[in-house]
Structures are given as structure tokens and as C-alpha cells.
């Protein structure tokens, strides 16, 4: 082989195609069994060369070429696949069937509810989840149901939370919950095809909807701001609402936090999950919901149990929001789909072609 066609893809391959170029999403798989690649905040460093030319860290990371039809195959078998929302058997408003929970949580608290139910059934022994508050996020490896609680909230910056899977497979957890955006349900999907890093522990996932993430000059932007002690964040369509401590409440227009986007959130295809057991979002209508998406056998069996069990409330989507949603996700992925670096993304061209000339219709 003639060295100049040498393709380092391992964490010379990660550096080069991936950190450099900005598309890093921060999720943390590859973060944990080697020791060149560290986690620095919400940074993500090889610290050291390594010219592995077939890493387990590259072909994690959800910015390497990505086989979505297989990785379907391989959740979902032969389902319907929906090419705008993704495959998927039923939509829901839902919610926490406990004020507690619902008081705790972003929205309508379905995605602590469904974990700690998770929990409590033995489907999962422990969880990985993003603790903290908005102005100093962190990964947590979860193995009690008050750990689970204590999460609640969404942070809006990218949480390493997938840097801790390593460590729950050393503390001896045999089925891990993972609860991530879709950059990271991506990862999880393909970490579960991998042996060596005992990928097949990842017991369910729980995607959240997710268009974009900050990076961490959200803190300082806090602290300027004078916003640091913030106890919860929300972005509605129309502002930013920070609740402070007191229980005030303050609004800055979207344009203020807009150039904290991270880059790789502009080349992300995936904004609902979409390889998530069940993915989990707003309602853009009723803070106290959730919009919630049931995808994969295992997702629909933990739905109708939770709702069954009085764990969750669910009502029909309504008629009149999907093509809200739907056009929503649409324009997302056909910009996407548009951009030169929009490469990792493999899926075939006939699926393009039809995503496009589609238009986002049923
Ligand atoms: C960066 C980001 C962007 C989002 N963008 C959208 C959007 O555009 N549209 C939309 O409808 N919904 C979006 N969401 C999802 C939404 O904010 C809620 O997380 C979701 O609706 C679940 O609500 P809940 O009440 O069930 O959550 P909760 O019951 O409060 O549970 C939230 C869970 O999310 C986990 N979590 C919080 N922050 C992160 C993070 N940064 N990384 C990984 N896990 C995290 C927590 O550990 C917790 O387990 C986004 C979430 C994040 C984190
Ligand atoms: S695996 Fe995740 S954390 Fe690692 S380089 Fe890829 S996107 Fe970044
Ligand atoms: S927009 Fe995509 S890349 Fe960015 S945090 Fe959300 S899922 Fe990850």
C-alpha cells in the first residue's frame, strides 16, 4: 500500500476529519477506553498521535461515515421507515403521570418518568444523564432512582454524557439507559454493535429532540449576563427564559444566544432521535407536555407499560401539528443534505432523491 493512501481512521483519523473541522457533537463515545482521548469540559482532546488505521473511536463517532439504513436494520428490522420523522409506530402528547415529576422536569417530565420506571421494572440497572444546571452542566453516571430524579432539566450546552459508559461497564452495570440528543442515540447504536467496549450493555435509549446545542461560552455569556445562578433555561420559540433562584424570571431574544451554536449542529441530519427506542420533546404549545415519539419494540413495550402502570398520561397527537413538525424536520434535513460536509451522513441516493422531491409530505 502506498503510504500516502493510508487512512488513519482512529483518533488521528478523529482529529483530522472530525475535531478540526469542527463537526466534534461532544457526545463522548469515543471518550473512556483509550487513554490518548479526553474530555476537557465540553471538549473533546487526542492528547497523544496514534495512527490506528480501524479505531473503535472513530467508527463510534457519530460524525464517521454512518450507515443509517443498516443501523435501522439492526434497531428497528424491517419496520416502515418514515424518511422525514423516522421510523416509528405511534406519536403522543404525553406526560408525567406525577406533579412531583412534572414540577422537576423540562417540560412534562416523560423522559424522567420513563427512566426511573425503566429503572424500577429492571430493564435498566443504570442510567447516563446530564446533571447540573445551566450554567455548569456535567455528565452523571446514574444508578439510583433519586440520581435519576435529581437530572431532570434540560441543559443546553453538548454533555459528554457518553464519556461515563466505560466506567458503568467497570462498576459491573449490565444494562445501561442512555438518555442523549440524536448525536448521541446515533453513537449509542453504533457502540452497541461493538464487543470490545461491551456496547451490547446499552440496555435502552431515550433520545431527546434536539436542532441545536450551545457550546460552552454559555457559561461566561451566564456570567456576564449575571445570569450564573439560573436554576432552569427554556427556549421557546419567541426568547430565552431563565428562571432565577428566586423565582423571577428573565427573557433575552434568541438573536443574543444565536452565535454560541455549535458548528456541527448546522451538519447534524438527525433532529428527533431517530434511533431511539422512544424520543422525547416539546409540545411548542403546552409547557406542561410532551411530544412523544414511540419507535422500536422495546420503546412501545416500556409506553404501554408506564401508561398502563399510571406512570404516564398519554393523548393522541393532534391532526392539525404534524405537518408543523414534519416541515419542521424537513427544511432541517434538506439543509443539511445541501451542505459539502454533509458526508458522514450514508444513506442511498435513492432515499435522498425521495426525501427530497417529497417535500416533507406523508
Ligand atoms: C441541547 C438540547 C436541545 C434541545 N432542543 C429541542 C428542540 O429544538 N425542540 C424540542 O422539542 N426539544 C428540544 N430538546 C428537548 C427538550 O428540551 C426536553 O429535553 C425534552 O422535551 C424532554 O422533556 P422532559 O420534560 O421529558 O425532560 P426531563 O424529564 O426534564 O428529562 C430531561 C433529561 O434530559 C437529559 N439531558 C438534559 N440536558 C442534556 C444534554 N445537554 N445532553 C444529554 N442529555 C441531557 C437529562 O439528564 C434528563 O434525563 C432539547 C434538549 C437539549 C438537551
Ligand atoms: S465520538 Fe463524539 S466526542 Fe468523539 S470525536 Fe466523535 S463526536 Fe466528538
Ligand atoms: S443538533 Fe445534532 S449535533 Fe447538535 S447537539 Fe443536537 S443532536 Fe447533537
Same mark, same amino acid.
Given at each position: 500500500?502506498?503510504?500516502?493512501?493510508?487512512?488513519?481512521?482512529?483518533?488521528? &483519523?478523529?482529529?483530522?476529519?472530525?475535531?478540526?473541522?469542527?463537526?466534534?457533537?461532544?457526545c !463522548?463515545a469515543c471518550?473512556?477506553?483509550?487513554?490518548?482521548?479526553? /474530555?476537557?469540559?465540553?471538549?473533546?482532546?487526542?492528547?497523544?498521535?496514534?495512527?490506528?488505521?480501524?479505531?473503535v473511536c472513530y467508527r463510534l463517532c457519530p460524525r464517521s461515515f454512518t450507515d443509517y439504513?443498516g443501523l435501522?436494520?439492526s434497531?428497528?428490522?424491517?419496520?416502515?421507515?418514515?424518511?422525514?420523522?423516522?421510523?416509528?409506530?405511534?406519536?403522543?402528547?404525553?406526560?408525567?403521570?406525577?406533579?412531583?415529576?412534572?414540577?422537576?422536569?423540562?417540560?412534562?417530565?416523560?423522559?424522567?418518568?420513563?427512566?426511573?420506571?425503566?429503572?424500577?421494572?429492571?430493564?435498566?440497572?443504570?442510567?447516563?444523564?446530564?446533571?447540573?444546571?445551566?450554567?455548569?452542566?456535567?455528565?452523571?453516571?446514574?444508578?439510583?432512582?433519586?440520581?435519576?430524579?435529581?437530572?431532570?432539566?434540560?441543559?443546553?450546552?453538548?454533555?459528554?454524557?457518553l464519556?461515563?459508559?466505560?466506567?458503568?461497564?467497570?462498576?459491573?452495570?449490565?444494562?445501561?439507559?442512555?438518555? !442523549?440528543?440524536?448525536c448521541q442515540v446515533t453513537a449509542s447504536r453504533k457502540m452497541q454493535q461493538v464487543?470490545?467496549i461491551?456496547g451490547?450493555?446499552i440496555?435502552?435509549?431515550?433520545?431527546?429532540?434536539?436542532?441545536?446545542?450551545?457550546?460552552?461560552?454559555?457559561?461566561?455569556?451566564?456570567?456576564?449576563?449575571?445570569?450564573?445562578?439560573?436554576?432552569?433555561?427554556?427556549? $421557546?420559540?419567541?426568547?430565552?427564559?431563565?428562571?432565577?433562584?428566586?423565582?423571577?424570571?428573565? /427573557?433575552?431574544?434568541?438573536?443574543?444566544?444565536?452565535?454560541?451554536?455549535?458548528?456541527?449542529?448546522?451538519?447534524?441530519?438527525? $433532529?428527533?432521535?431517530?434511533l431511539?427506542?422512544?424520543?422525547?420533546?416539546? /409540545?411548542?404549545?403546552?409547557?406542561?407536555?410532551?411530544?412523544?415519539?414511540?419507535?422500536?419494540?422495546?420503546?412501545?413495550?416500556?409506553?404501554?407499560?408506564?401508561?398502563?402502570?399510571?406512570?404516564?398520561?398519554?393523548?393522541?397527537? $393532534?391532526?392539525?401539528?404534524?405537518?408543523?413538525?414534519?416541515?419542521?424536520?424537513?427544511?432541517?434535513?434538506?439543509?443539511?443534505?445541501?451542505?459539502?460536509?454533509?458526508?458522514?451522513?450514508?444513506?442511498?441516493?435513492?432515499?435522498?432523491?425521495?426525501?427530497?422531491?417529497? &417535500?416533507?409530505?406523508?
Open positions: 500500500m502506498e503510504i500516502s493512501k493510508v487512512e488513519y481512521n482512529g483518533a488521528a &483519523g478523529l482529529q483530522k476529519k472530525v475535531l478540526e473541522r469542527r463537526l466534534c457533537t461532544v !463522548g471518550v473512556g477506553y483509550c487513554p490518548y482521548i479526553k /474530555t476537557f469540559g465540553e471538549q473533546v482532546a487526542v492528547i497523544h498521535d496514534c495512527n490506528i488505521c480501524d479505531g439504513e435501522r436494520q434497531v428497528f428490522g424491517a419496520e416502515d421507515f418514515d424518511p422525514v420523522l423516522g421510523t416509528h409506530t405511534s406519536l403522543y402528547f404525553a406526560r408525567a403521570e406525577s406533579e412531583k415529576i412534572r414540577a422537576q422536569g423540562q417540560y412534562g417530565g416523560v423522559v424522567t418518568a420513563l427512566s426511573l420506571f425503566a429503572m424500577q421494572q429492571g430493564l435498566i440497572d443504570s442510567a447516563l444523564m446530564a446533571g447540573g444546571g445551566p450554567s455548569g452542566a456535567r455528565p452523571f453516571l446514574c444508578s439510583t432512582s433519586q440520581d435519576i430524579f435529581e437530572m431532570a432539566g434540560s441543559k443546553y450546552t453538548a454533555v459528554p454524557t464519556s461515563l459508559f466505560q466506567e458503568a461497564v467497570k462498576n459491573g452495570f449490565q444494562r445501561v439507559g442512555i438518555v !442523549g440528543r440524536p464487543k470490545e461491551s451490547q450493555n440496555a435502552l435509549v431515550i433520545g431527546l429532540f434536539c436542532f441545536w446545542s450551545l457550546s460552552a461560552e454559555l457559561y461566561s455569556f451566564l456570567q456576564e449576563k449575571g445570569l450564573s445562578n439560573c436554576s432552569r433555561m427554556d427556549i $421557546p420559540r419567541d426568547g430565552v427564559n431563565f428562571l432565577q433562584e428566586d423565582g423571577s424570571q428573565i /427573557t433575552l431574544p434568541l438573536e443574543e444566544i444565536r452565535p454560541l451554536i455549535k458548528d456541527t449542529c448546522l451538519a447534524c441530519y438527525d $433532529p428527533l432521535s431517530e431511539a427506542d422512544v424520543s422525547v420533546g416539546s /409540545t411548542e404549545q403546552y409547557p406542561g407536555w410532551n411530544t412523544l415519539v414511540v419507535r422500536s419494540n422495546r420503546g412501545r413495550q416500556l409506553v404501554a407499560d408506564a401508561n398502563k402502570a399510571g406512570i404516564i398520561e398519554l393523548q393522541p397527537y $393532534p391532526h392539525d401539528r404534524l405537518p408543523v413538525l414534519r416541515r419542521a424536520v424537513f427544511q432541517k434535513k434538506k439543509r443539511v443534505l445541501e451542505r459539502p460536509d454533509s458526508t458522514y451522513i450514508g444513506i442511498p441516493d435513492w432515499e435522498k432523491e425521495s426525501f427530497i422531491k417529497g &417535500g416533507g409530505e406523508e
